[in-house]
Structure formats: C-alpha cells, structure tokens
C-alpha cells in the first residue's frame, strides 16, 4: 500500500511539472504562423523573385553601354597598315612595298565606348508583359500560401485543445479511480472484498496513468508543430483556450471560382497566351541603334586619334529551321496540360467539399449522440457507486461505468473537433 501511494504521489508531482505552460490564444496562433510561417518568408521570396525577373525585362528600352581597352602589337602586313591608318601616322615612306610586306612590330592602344539601344523588339515587349503575369502569380500564391498556414494552424490548434481535454478527463478519471482504489483497500485490509477486485482497481490506475502519458506527449507534439508554424523555437508548452464548438463558418454549396490557386492557374494559361505571341513575334525584324567612339595611339597613355561609328541595324530571322514552329506547339501543349490541372483539381476540389459537408453533418449528429450519452454515464456511474458502496453492486461494474464515462466524455471532446476541423477545412476549400 504504501508503494502505491508513493507512485501515485510522484506521478501527481510529474504531472504538476509537466502542467507548466504558455497560454496561446486560438488568434494569437493564426496571427503569427500567418505572418512569421516559413512558408509565408518562401512566398514572400517568390513575390521577389518574381519583380526581380519582371525588372530585367527593362533592358528593351533601356541602353547598353561599355568600354574596351585593348593593347595589341603585330607584324602582319594588313593589321600593321591598319593600325597605322586608325592612328592617323600614315607617312609617304609607309607605301614603300618591302615595308608594306614585310612591316616591324607594330603597336597600337585602343579606348573604345559603344553604345546599344534598342529601338523596336516586339519579342522582347511581349515577354515584359508575361513576365508581369509571374508577379500575380507569385501574389496568387502567397494568398493560397496564407489560407494554408491559417488552416494548418488552426488544425493544430484544435488538436492542441483535444490532447488537453483528454489530459483533463484522463486526470478527472485517475482522481475517480484512486477514490475507489482507496475505498477497496479498505474493504480488502478487512476482508470484504477479494484480491481480485483490487487487482482491477490497479489495472485501470495504470491505464489511466498511460493515458495521460499519451496526453502530454501529444500536447509536447502539437506545442513544437505550433511553435514551428510562428517561427519560435520548439520546446514551449502551450495551453489553449477551452474546446469550443466553433460557430464560425457553415455548409458551404460551391468553391468560388476566384479562389487563390484557381486564378494563379488561370493567370498562368494566360501568361502562355502571351509567350505564343513573343513566339510568333521573333519572326517580325528588330531594330537597334548603335554607337563607338574610339581612339588609337601608339603610345600606352595617348589619346590623340580618335573616331566615332554611329547607325541603325534591322534584323529579320526569315526562317530558322522549324524551330519557333515547335516552340509553339510545345508551348500550346504546356498550357494545355494546365488547363486539365485545373479542371482536375476543381474537380477533386468539389469531391472534398461534398464530403467535408457530410463529416459535418456526421459530426453535428455526434455531438448531440454524445452529449446525451456523457449525461446518461454520468447518471449511471453515480448510481453504481451508490449501490456498490451498500454492497448491491460489483469492482468490475464500477470501473466499466468509470470507464464508459471517460470514453463518452472523450468522444464528445472528439465530436467537437471534429466539427471544428471540418469547418476550418471548409473555409479552407471556399477562401472564406
């Protein structure tokens, strides 16, 4: 007797140090994983990278510009007369035909600047504008992102408020169990009842006891997946707020068609609208202006000879080789298979809410089911324990109305987040 009591004196201490806990409101929670998330940095990441690219798409209206120096020397009788001419050093004597053929090392310095602007790229504007299409996309996502991370929380936040009702019926269970424990010592230390029955009375002290081992375990599971979610370090217990039925939120008949995902897929059959045509439009000529200024010497630090080179270019791909052909029908094929992902997934989409609608039926039924069977355990545990106490009633028929109790109470809890999931999702397939 008295190891037990010593044992259940320690687990009750265990069980006060593990009850230490950081309250988390329900909103608090949706707050934090919706804004400090590592999926939400990833989208923002994406929205970035989206604008960066859209940016690059500047340089069809904006100019090139560089700078060459170059230090070249050569015999060869053509570069060597070319050299001289770029210099503006052609003497009388350089006409000479042993020195024309056979020239000395020759020399030459050169300081380049060019100049590039585009003037008319039809492929390149179109392109600017699918690249635009990326960034709503990105945007799109980042949206669908949020309504996953506010699901995702919300979830884990039921389940968080699940696994501390089943830690409080587990102790309410235990309290109950050790009050009858302690009664059929007494009756078995004076011969009233047999080992047997105390030996069941155990039993279902150490069951118990698992349970709520199980319980803390899931609420230390659901407390790290949480602190994951708002970006704070694993290892804080939280305690939620009381399990509710959540009102918020009902059946819901059809998905709006402007859900997040639906129009990122959308905006993206449409940005391949868009790159067919910057296809097509590589067949329609380019025009680029450009521009030098250069000067030669053939002396390292001089810059005295100096020349500009100015003009237009028009350039006309006729025909190369089938290939923008192919392009766009791989191009059309690329957007058609988004198109049937998006048919598919409105398709499962529908499925998921119509049985999303029905476990919410299921679960409303429940709730009424098991609120009514918690008070008709209740009623008969009280009963039994009347009618054990004047000898009327057995150990075994006690515990299983204990029991029936516990697991009614359980499946109420359950039916309730049950419920409150299956609303949370529903919202989550609707965008609400």
């Known amino acids: 007797m008295k190891k037990i009591f010593l044992y259940l004196l320690f687990s009750t201490a265990l069980i006060g140090v593990r009850g230490q806990s ?14 400090s998330s590592r999926q939400m940095q990833i989208a923002d990441n994406l929205i970035e990278t989206a604008e960066a690219k859209y940016r690059q798409t500047d340089a069809v209206f904006l100019p090139r510009v560089g700078i060459d120096y170059a230090a ?44 590039m602007q585009p003037v008319f790229n039809a ?8 690249a635009r299409k990326q960034i709503a996309i990105a945007g799109f996502k980042k949206q669908r992102t949020r309504d996953y991370v506010r699901f995702t929380a919300e979830t884990e936040y039921s389940q968080l408020q699940m696994s501390c009702e089943m830690l409080h019926v587990s102790k309410e269970a235990l309290n109950t169990l050790q009050a009858i424990y302690k009664w059929v010592k007494d009756r078995y230390d004076q011969g009233y009842v047999q080992k047997s029955d105390l030996l069941n009375v155990e039993v279902q002290v150490k069951a118990v006891e698992t349970q709520i081992a199980n319980a803390e375990s899931m609420i230390a599971e659901h407390s790290d997946n949480l602190s ?16 509710q039925i959540d009102d918020f939120g009902q059946e ?16 993206a059959i449409a940005s391949y609208d868009d790159l067919m045509k910057s296809t097509r439009y590589n067949l329609v000529p380019k025009v680029i202006g450009f521009a030098s200024y250069q000067i030669n010497d053939k002396s390292m630090f001089g810059f005295g000879n100096s020349a500009y080179l100015a ?14 052909h192919n392009k766009l029908v791989t ?54 324990q009347n009618r054990y106490k004047q000898g009327l009633a057995g150990t075994t028929d006690v515990l299983q109305a204990q029991t029936q109790l516990s697991q009614q109470h359980l499946y109420y809890k359950q039916a309730v987040t049950m419920h409150n999931s299956t609303l949370a999702y529903i919202r989550f397939l609707t965008a609400q």
């Open 331 to 384: 191009q059309r094929l690329e957007q058609k298979q988004i198109k049937f992902q998006l048919a598919d997934q409105k398709e499962q989409d529908a499925r998921a809410l119509a049985k999303a609608n029905q476990q919410l039926k299921n679960a409303a039924f429940q709730l009424d089911q098991y609120k009514t069977a918690v008070a008709q355990a209740e009623e008969a545990l009280q009963i039994l």
């Open 311 to 324: 003009g237009v270019q028009l350039t006309w791909n006729i025909f190369q080789g089938n290939e923008v």
């Open 123 to 130: 492929e390149l504007l179109v392109l600017r504008h699918a």
């Open 252 to 267: 819901a008949g059809y998905i709006p068609d402007t859900r997040s995902d639906y129009k990122a897929m959308e905006t």
């Open 22 to 35: 950081v309250f988390l409101a329900r909103e608090d929670a949706v707050k934090l994983a919706t804004d």
């Open 228 to 243: 994951l979610l708002m970006g704070k370090t694993i290892g804080t217990r939280y305690s939620p707020d009381s399990l």
């Open 72 to 115: 070249m020397i050569t015999n060869n009788p053509l570069n060597a007369f070319g050299f001289k001419l770029q210099q503006r050093s052609i003497a009388q004597s350089d006409f000479a035909p042993d020195l024309l053929n056979s020239p000395n090392a020759t020399g030459d310095f050169s300081a380049k600047a060019t100049l």
